[in-house]
């Protein structure tokens, strides 16, 4: 004890220390993260709980009242709907796409470096313009599409007016907006890939389609699971061409989840209900990542 | 019929000619290292008898099979890469039985190929492991085993011992040719390390700016090199090379008044020795030569000497232990004379005529008494 004693000062004043320097040097994050991302976060959750306030009315305490009207919303009910089918269609088309442009710019043909440029284009280009340069495309009577048809000697359709076609006509869009971003991963990963990887398994006999599908796409495997987890949260995500293309229309036929949240929150100015709508947007993103994570993570080789 | 057959085969990348009309007949059985400097196309040669390139011209025959146009896959071969080429993503045993599940073997035949295989390379406690828990030393056994499990009777290998320590090196030559005998294997290796090549093969074929230099076993190598290239690159130290001049009474050594009995005209030719072949002699006759430099080794020590403007190495006993700056005289046998043609680089017929100054009889083995 009595050699013991004398050190204990020290050592508790030492641990102290360590902590005020700890704390220290991640204040300045922290205070970011909490002021931009926890903080709102929280605020997002008790506001979703709470009514909106109105001008006669203060805000108060509703309970799941929010969730509630939310199962009997239709427009929340096609709108989700409506995301599930962007989401089932985008995510696999764009991260095929993503892969067969990765592949093919990968290996060696001439003018590869305009064919990976070419690729990558639409991402770099800001959203709003590739929304206008698809705008005129997609355009009635005179945009490219019906003057294809046109020649064809089909009728023109209105592709972003019509209910059957505007969901797809800006599924179309984002794939090609973000088929190159991925594209970017895939290439990265594919040239980390030993070519003798190949050559050994040319060497035993396997034809391409078995060392793609044996070698290389195991060894693709953290970059698909990478590339799908972005996928999804892009999915659920979309709304800057919205803006542009559709609004959501017509009458909700394109409407995705976020565009419905802004819509609620700054054109209704309804903020408690799209306080819980943003709880739900949130919760399915978070349960899709993790069921990525422990479905195909558990089944990737890691490097 | 020839195990491996290259008929004139040339390769291009761009305007660099990697193996320019290569010609090679390699029998069955033998265990056949191409050596060269790096960029000599010795590699370039194996990747287009692997199919893995495609020849610009010349035909490529394995077991009297033509396999120019077929790809990899139905050469036959096995190969063993210099990176070994292990799939990261599978098993031991899974990288084993990679070839033989695509061939379609069948279950039983595959288990007992795999046992069979993990037995011999002592793999057995690791075939569920994945190849970055394994050492160097295993992901290689792993990379042999894979190329001769499906029974494959040519192997190619690609500097396979390349990324070893030099302890384990030397236990795989050993084992790689006792594997290739036990299995009759026809194997075709290629390594740039002169000692491998000599230790392990029993042909070298040489090659040097994409052309074959000399194809001989490691002792004809050695011995009767049959080009200035060949007999620089092998031997450490190697060949001591010596431009030959005409003096008044017969070839000298070019730059110096010295002797050497060796018919026929010296100039346009070179004389090339071997430092083992290089004695000191006590007589009085031979070269004179000044010790320069010397590194002792143990047994014995190597001397490089100054006669006129050119070194020559002798390898001596190690107790003689010359001294820097020690004047002596260096003699030879007539069997230790290679001629050259200094023009083509090309070996000359053996010296018929024995040189009596030369060919000392009476040899001491101490150097002391030829300090002068």
């Not at chain 1, 020649?151 to 209105?158: C, E, F």
């Not at chain 2, 990697?18 to 390699?26: F, P």
């Not at chain 2, 046992?115 to 002592?122: D, I």
């Amino acid at each position: 004890m009595a050699v013991i004693a004398p050190t204990l000062p020290r050592v508790r004043a030492f641990r102290l220390g360590d902590h005020v320097v700890a704390w220290a040097l991640i204040a300045p994050a922290l205070l970011f993260l909490v002021v931009f991302t926890l903080y709102p976060a929280a605020a997002t959750l008790v506001q979703s709980l709470y009514s909106t306030p109105l001008a006669h009315r203060p805000s108060h305490f509703i309970g799941l009242a929010h969730f509630r009207q939310m199962i009997a919303d239709p427009t929340f009910r096609e709108v989700l709907a409506n995301n599930l089918l962007y989401a089932a269609g985008s995510i696999p088309l764009s991260v095929a796409l993503a892969l067969a442009m990765a592949l093919l710019v990968d290996a060696r043909i001439p003018g590869r470096g305009f064919a990976r440029m070419a690729y990558f284009t639409p991402t770099v280009l800001p959203l709003i313009a590739a929304a206008n340069i698809w705008l005129f495309f997609y355009t009635p009577g005179y945009g490219l599409l019906d003057q294809l048809l046109n020649r064809l000697g089909l009728p023109g359709v209105n592709w972003l007016g019509e209910p059957a076609t505007a969901l797809w006509a800006v599924t179309m869009v984002a794939i090609w907006k973000q088929a190159g971003f991925f594209m970017i991963f895939y290439l990265a990963a594919l040239q980390q890939i030993p070519p003798s990887l190949r050559e050994a398994a040319a060497v035993e006999g396997a034809s391409r389609w078995h060392s793609f599908r044996r070698v290389t796409l195991p060894l693709l495997g953290p970059t698909t699971l990478f590339v799908l987890v972005n996928a999804v949260i892009g999915a659920f995500s979309l709304v800057d061409s919205l803006f542009v293309l559709t609004q959501g229309g017509p009458d909700n036929a394109s409407n995705l989840l976020l565009y419905y949240i802004y819509q609620t929150a700054f054109q209704y100015w309804d903020g408690g209900y799209a306080a819980a709508l943003t709880v739900v947007l949130v919760a399915i993103l978070a349960l899709a990542a993790l069921a990525q994570f422990l479905f195909i993570g558990r089944r990737t080789h890691y490097r | 019929m020839h195990a491996i057959t290259l008929d004139t085969v040339s390769k291009s990348y761009g305007d660099h000619c990697a193996t320019d009309a290569v010609s090679l007949a390699i029998e069955p059985g033998r265990f056949a290292v191409v050596l060269g400097p790096s960029g000599c196309g010795k590699t370039t040669l194996l990747r287009l008898v692997a199919g893995l390139e495609r020849p610009d011209a010349g035909r490529i025959t394995l077991h009297g099979r033509d396999v120019t146009d077929l790809p990899p896959g139905q050469r036959e071969l096995g190969m063993v890469f210099q990176s070994y080429a292990l799939f990261p993503h599978l098993s031991v045993a899974e990288n084993l039985l990679f070839g033989l599940k695509l061939r379609r073997t069948p279950r039983d035949e595959r288990t007992r190929r795999l046992r069979e295989t993990s037995e011999l390379l002592g793999l057995e406690a690791l075939l569920q492991r994945k190849p970055a828990q394994l050492s160097g030393g295993q992901q290689q056994r792993v990379a042999l085993g894979r190329a001769i499990i499906g029974g494959r009777r040519t192997v190619l290998m690609d500097e396979p011992l390349s990324n070893l320590d030099a302890k384990l090196r030397h236990e795989m030559r050993r084992e790689l040719k006792s594997l290739a005998r036990a299995f009759d294997m026809t194997v075709l290796y290629v390594t740039h390390d002169q000692a491998e090549a000599l230790g392990v093969g029993d042909l070298v074929v040489i090659m040097n700016h994409g052309r074959i230099e000399q194809i001989a076993s490691p002792d004809a190598l050695y011995e009767r090199p049959e080009s200035l290239f060949v007999a620089r690159f092998i031997g450490t130290p190697p060949m001591t090379l010596l431009p030959l001049g005409d003096g008044p009474d017969g070839p000298v050594i070019e730059g110096t008044g010295q002797r050497v009995d060796i018919s026929g005209p010296g100039a346009g030719r070179v004389l090339g020795l071997r430092p083992e072949r290089i004695e000191v002699t006590e007589d009085g006759a031979g070269i004179a030569a000044e010790v320069e430099a010397m590194e002792y080794l143990g047994a014995d020590a190597v001397i490089a000497c100054r006669v006129g403007p050119h070194l020559v190495s002798a390898r001596v006993p190690g107790r003689l232990r010359p001294r820097l700056g020690e004047r002596l005289k260096l003699g030879w046998s007539r069997e230790a004379i290679n001629l050259f043609d200094a023009a083509s680089g090309g070996r000359l017929p053996d010296p018929t005529s024995p040189c009596p100054e030369l060919f000392t009889t009476h040899r001491r083995p101490s150097c002391t008494a030829a300090t002068s």
